[in-house]
């Protein structure tokens, strides 16, 4: 896709951040891409769903870094941002307003996460500048994961940001979760079998060896 077409991508999850953000306690945008993540369409597709409940997940999120903030006085994932792009171990990619790295609690092997350098609580508070420099990032960051195994890459993404409940979300900072599937080839998928599903999971790769390959693609 071409800048201007990923930009008015980008526009249309903010309208409907805005849309439904006043009805809804949660809007999640997200998309699935591939036969492997069960889309039954070829290419990256998006959906929304709105609901008055904040999701478990989501929940979760909220309560570390409403912890983190109110020891810290600071968000959690700003202070995360910046501890990894001074180790810049699992920095895969960076622009002048996003950096895309390999969260080092990642359990898919080429998991990785794509959050703002400026303290954003939601989708909502980007600015234009910082929408059209997430085009830039999403390019970048897609074509490595297609050149990976020379395949069109399957995973789910979806925006994670402060909830719509009325509260100031101080705490939160906005961030894109990518989980795609293969482990070592176009055709050899991650399973989460056995121990992992009854204990916990387990890394085929270290979060470092996943940043530098995609990094290196």
Known sequence: MSQEELEAVIELWNQQFVELGQKYAWVQVFE????????????????????????????????????????????????????????AERVVAETEHWVWLVPFWATWPYEVMLLPKAHRPRFTDLTSDEKADLATILSVGLKKYDALFN??????????GAPFDGEPGDHWQLHAHFYPPLLRSATVKKFMVGYEMLGESQRDITPEQAATTLRSL
């Open 32 to 87: 699935n891409r591939g036969a492997a993540m069960g889309a039954s369409n070829p290419h990256p597709h998006g959906q929304v769903w709105a609901s008055g409940h904040v999701p478990s997940l989501v929940t979760r999120e909220d309560g570390h870094q409403e912890a983190f903030f109110g020891r810290e006085g600071r968000p959690l994932l700003v202070d995360y941002v910046g501890s990894e792009l001074a180790k």
């Open 151 to 160: 395949c069109s890459f399957p995973y789910s993404m979806g925006w994670h």
